[in-house]
């Protein structure tokens, strides 16, 4: 999945690890369209990637509108591969018993509903390629596993109700479109970046949004025989 006919599609790429995977997909001679809803951010990353050598193009998209996915859907005439990157926190404070239930919907509309949406509509044109990717950004915040393990690095977590819970949805929902697509060429995964330094949290990360582009790239380059329904981070796979 090397050549220049491939096209992408990342989500929420006009900053942090979305604008990473981009530019990390376009040094393979990818064409990749940026997907953002701010159209001023939308170009000038844009005209960035292309500074950089990327065939990048912009593609007006916000998540959380129909009328805008399917406008994005129709604006396309190839696709390949798909990064569902564009996500948010989804408002504070996240405490279970003190949560305005707006915060919650906020944060699965755009992290959950919002990659079921721009999964659909995109869909008939990743049929229609030989190779075609789904790659959805997830955390291990939304591991059960990590969650609950004692010992582990999330074990001090504040709980919260409406981002972490939204990530555990998006896993199911990935495993979903698996089990859908797995007599297809499609192959869909999630993939954890780790804790990067982005607008997201504020730049409170550890790692860079660059390292944190490398699982994206990695699950969308996977080879035809690759795994199909897994949550993987730069290590391996995360456990559920």
């Avoid at 844009?46 to 604006?75: C, I, N, P, W, Y």
């Avoid at 239930?101 to 906020?106: F, I, R, S, Y």
């Avoid at 982005?198 to 990695?218: C, K, M, W």
């Amino acid at each position: 999945m090397t050549t220049a006919a491939t096209v992408a599609l990342v989500t929420g790429a006009n900053k942090g690890i979305g604008y990473e995977i981009a530019a990390r997909l376009g040094a393979l001679g990818w064409r990749v369209g940026v997907g953002a809803r701010d159209a001023g951010r939308r170009e000038e990353a844009v005209e960035k990637l292309r500074a950089g050598g990327a065939d990048a193009f912009g593609v007006a998209l916000d998540v959380t509108d129909q009328a805008s996915v399917d406008a994005a859907a129709a604006g396309l005439d190839q696709l390949d591969v798909l990064v569902n990157n564009a996500g948010i926190i989804g408002g504070t404070p996240q405490v279970p018993s003190t949560v305005d239930l707006a915060v919650v919907q906020a944060a699965v509309d755009t992290n959950v509903y919002g990659v079921i949406r721009v999964t659909n509509a995109m869909l008939p044109l990743l049929r229609r390629s030989p190779r075609p990717r789904i790659v959805n950004m997830s955390s291990s915040v939304g591991s059960f596993a990590e969650q609950t393990d004692p010992q582990g690095p999330l074990s001090g977590m504040p709980a919260s109700v409406a981002y972490a819970p939204s990530k555990a949805f998006l896993n199911a929902v990935t495993v979903q479109y698996a089990k859908e697509l797995r007599d297809t060429a499609i192959l869909v995964n999630a993939g954890c970046p780790g804790y990067c330094a982005t607008d997201l949290n504020h730049h409170s990360g550890f790692r860079t949004p660059e390292q944190g582009a490398a699982i994206a790239v990695h699950l969308a380059t996977l080879p035809d025989d690759g795994p199909s329904g897994g949550f993987f981070d730069d290590e391996g796979p995360v456990r559920w």
